[in-house]
């Protein structure tokens, strides 16, 4: 997650507005900032009942969401109608490490 991150804020957007979507226990939110080049202490936590404060952050915004998290998936689909979903397949052979990549183009808001 944390290389997705850091894609995203090396070609499309920044890394102040990528969150991962919290969803009991999956993810550990410093393991995501060492991925994405940053100290351990950077937080991309997003708990789903904030998900309007998002609001606030100019797009483009990519937001990680796990797939089993239909109801933070729809959260985001009706906050940013414009958003697109994809599956992120894992390079691991583990199934279970794929998530849900949802970018807001800059005019998705």
Known sequence: MGEVIAEFSNT???KDSAWVLVY???GDNRLVAIGAGLPPTANYELHPENIDLTLEVPAPKMFLVKPEHVEGLTALQELYPLGIASD???KDTCESKGFII???PPEGV
């Open 24 to 26: 009991p226990h999956w």
């Open 102 to 104: 949802f970018i807001v």
């Open 12 to 14: 499309y957007g920044d």
């Open 88 to 90: 992120y397949e894992s």
